[in-house]
């Protein structure tokens, strides 16, 4: 229970005739009004205008990589469905046809509008498969269109092959042609058998 000495009674503040009638609220209203009447315009008339982006770190609509030979990048680790924090990619991973690696994704769904866009996906990919790119317009009329799987991501690459290239880097165990064939144990360089 409270006591009545712990109790504060606040009065209202007194207000002027000025305040009463919110004069010095519209003058400072007025005040900003006018201050910013004068400023630079930074409007853009989208969709016809467009602002230049840094396309290197925005993080816009998912692709799914090509490699030099045209097929499909991924290896179908699971690595960015398992670091994806809103869990919106499915893999579903198959033997390949391929001599130079072992899986590749049969399936490969995102759920765009689920993503978050936080770009983990691309972190965790040891082969650079799957890219953020600068492409920001993104209009579906249902929740199916805005599943992409694997076709509408290889499509998506190669639109913007272009406005943002493949990095393409050199990975350990990785080459630009593809992963290394395993012909036996390596050990590290400095341990037993060096």
Not at 59 to 69: F, P, S
Not at 128 to 141: H, K, M, N, Q
Not at 163 to 174: A, M, S
């Amino acid at each position: 229970m409270i006591k009545d000495e712990d109790i504060i009674l606040i009065d209202d503040p007194r207000l002027t005739s000025a305040d009463k009638l919110y004069l010095p609220q519209v003058v400072m209203g007025l005040k900003t009004t006018f201050r910013h009447l004068f400023k630079k315009k930074l409007t853009v008339q989208y969709p016809e205008q467009r602002r230049a982006m840094r396309t290197e770190t925005y993080r816009g609509v998912h692709r799914l990589n090509r490699d030099e030979q045209g097929r499909v990048a991924c290896v179908a680790c699971f690595m960015c469905q398992t670091a994806c924090p809103a869990n919106c990619i499915h893999i579903v991973g198959a033997e390949a046809p391929w001599p130079d690696r072992e899986k590749y994704p049969v399936k490969f769904d995102i759920d765009e509008l689920r993503c978050i866009y936080c770009g983990m996906c691309e972190e965790a990919c040891p082969v650079d498969a799957i890219e953020l790119t600068p492409e920001y317009s993104l209009v579906g009329g249902s929740r199916e269109e805005m599943i992409f799987d694997r076709e509408k991501l290889l499509e998506m690459f190669d639109r913007t092959r272009d406005i943002k290239p493949r990095k393409n880097p050199r990975i350990t165990g990785y080459p630009v042609g593809g992963p290394i064939p395993r012909t036996g144990v390596q050990t590290p360089t400095g341990g037993p058998g060096a």
